[in-house]
């Protein structure tokens, strides 16, 4: 005979073999996907059966085998309040948490068509086909706020580098130290302007040993656009290779101030046989610093959508090893979403499919930037858009594309110009200034508006040598006058 316990728990294995959802598939924050898959949690029928297991132990633990209402009865309660219990026991966190993940999983699957991972009562027996809805009885929590001086505080008590250093000290500066962990950064910009110079810049930068001023982790690549493969690679060696001359030359500097010092302070012969390549980890290599970048190459819009949305399994796998991913790069975001929209140029229901699919893209790169505590530094384009101060009719402008809803939703963004085209007046493709960059901060939280020149060079990112900044400043004067 079977018992209603295992009634409950047969009824639910059929169900589970038909909901048995991949997390992974869901729109779900990247903190609700962590918490789970670190528990061993991998589909919606995992925390389905959880649920449904110790429920039924606890309704045959408190009723007597024995008892001839036992058998045939009605119905056995499986509900919401047990789950969100027994999923917080598994993972570790307060009920009202549990609820708040169960509640958003549900969320997720009406938002595809599906029903929820748990109900609040199922039915075994004679139960005329009646359930409840589930969450009916659940409080969701308040949302706790935090003041702005315990965030001051945390930020503050952080003795680990907060930005990726760009070796361009005005960029630098104009953004307060480098690119911010934890946000979303938007590098806009022509062809050929320096958008993916610098993200791979970046990406090597984010290797920096912690003791030198860096975040000392790796980095991720989206690459739409193919430029990260073939002499992309080649770019990434010459990177890496100077930084890790820079690292060692800034060693030996110290080595040697350090001995100055002691010999003008009387110490006499200094007798430290200290090398600069034994003040660097042994770890510090070009070929570490490549192992530590890691590039995803997509080719369409679902395989780019498909794989940021399951970056973060990837993330958490990293951060179990031990090496943590401190910057994600999309280059670029528009490439896919432009190719796709052309294609279907004459739908309209494409294009606000396009918006929404950016905004929640944009939501959740944010969550993501937030939970993993990384820099997530999307590229875009440019486009023309009609300019309604142009003195010209028909005049246009351009501007970043993917539209007004994605402009809201990035933390910063910089505009990448050429200062030929920044200064018109000021410089020629074969003038001292020809090379040079312009970085224009248009947006952001915290930091005034403003720009900064850097170059390019052959070991990387660069501020501009002195004579470079005296045309610059010659080049101004010129236009104030």
């Not at 030198?212 to 493969?229: K, L, R």
């Not at 080719?299 to 090496?323: A, I, M, R, V």
């Not at 494409?350 to 699919?357: G, I």
């Not at 930091?447 to 052959?458: C, E, W």
Request: hydrophobic share 35%; net charge negative; with cysteine.
């Amino acid at each position: 005979m079977t018992t209603a316990a295992e009634a409950v728990i047969n009824t639910t294995q059929s169900q589970q073999n038909v909901l048995s959802i991949p997390l992974l598939s869901l729109p779900l924050r990247p903190s609700t996907l962590t918490a789970l898959l670190r528990r061993g949690f991998a589909t919606t029928g995992d925390i389905m059966l959880l649920s449904v297991e110790q429920s039924a132990m606890a309704s045959s633990e408190q009723r007597d085998p024995n008892d001839q209402n036992y058998n045939n009865a009605d119905t056995i309660k499986i509900g919401s309040n047990a789950g969100i219990d027994n999923l917080a026991e598994e993972l570790g966190c307060s009920a009202s948490q549990s609820a708040e993940y169960m509640h958003e999983i549900n969320d997720a699957l009406n938002s595809v068509g599906l029903p929820p991972v748990t109900a609040e009562t199922a039915t075994v027996g004679r139960t005329g086909g009646t359930t409840k809805k589930n969450n009916e009885n659940v409080k969701r929590p308040n949302n706790i706020p935090a003041t702005a001086a315990s965030l001051l505080r945390n930020c503050n008590s952080s003795s680990s580098a907060r930005q990726i250093v760009s070796f361009s000290q005005p960029l630098d500066v104009l953004l307060g130290g480098g690119f911010a962990l934890s946000e979303l950064t938007e590098i806009a910009g022509l062809p050929g302007s320096g958008k993916t110079q610098l993200a791979m810049q970046l990406c090597v930068d984010a290797r920096l040993p912690g003791k030198y001023g860096g975040v000392e982790g790796c980095a991720v690549v989206i690459d739409a656009e193919g430029n990260w493969a073939g002499a992309g690679v080649d770019r990434l060696w010459s990177l890496a290779g100077a930084l890790v001359d820079h690292v060692k030359g800034s060693a030996l500097r110290k080595m040697e101030a350090k001995k100055a010092k002691e010999m003008a302070n009387g110490g006499g012969m200094n007798t430290d046989t200290t090398t600069p390549e034994e003040l660097v980890p042994s770890w510090f290599t070009p070929e570490s610093i490549l192992d530590g970048i890691h590039i995803f190459r997509v080719h369409d819009e679902s395989e780019q959508t498909c794989t940021l949305y399951n970056l973060p399994q990837f993330l958490q796998e990293q951060e179990e090893k031990g090496k943590p991913v401190k910057i994600v790069v999309i280059d670029s975001l528009a490439f896919h979403y432009r190719v796709a929209s052309s294609i279907n140029s004459n739908n309209k229901g494409n294009f606000l499919s396009t918006t929404t699919s950016l905004t929640r893209m944009a939501a959740f790169l944010q969550e993501l930037a937030s939970e993993f505590d990384l820099a997530v530094l999307a590229l875009n384009h440019l486009t023309n858009k009609i300019d309604k101060d142009s003195t010209v009719a028909g005049g246009m402008k351009l501007v970043p594309a993917l539209g007004e809803s994605w402009a809201h939703s990035v933390t910063s963004r910089l505009m990448v110009d050429f200062y030929h085209r920044h200064v018109p007046n000021g410089a020629s493709h074969g003038s001292v200034m020809g090379e040079v960059r312009t970085c224009s901060l248009i947006k952001s939280p915290h930091k005034p508006n403003g720009t900064a020149l850097f170059m390019i060079t052959d070991k990387g990112i660069r501020g501009l040598p002195p004579q470079y900044v005296q045309q610059a400043e010659k080049t101004k004067r010129a236009r104030l006058d």
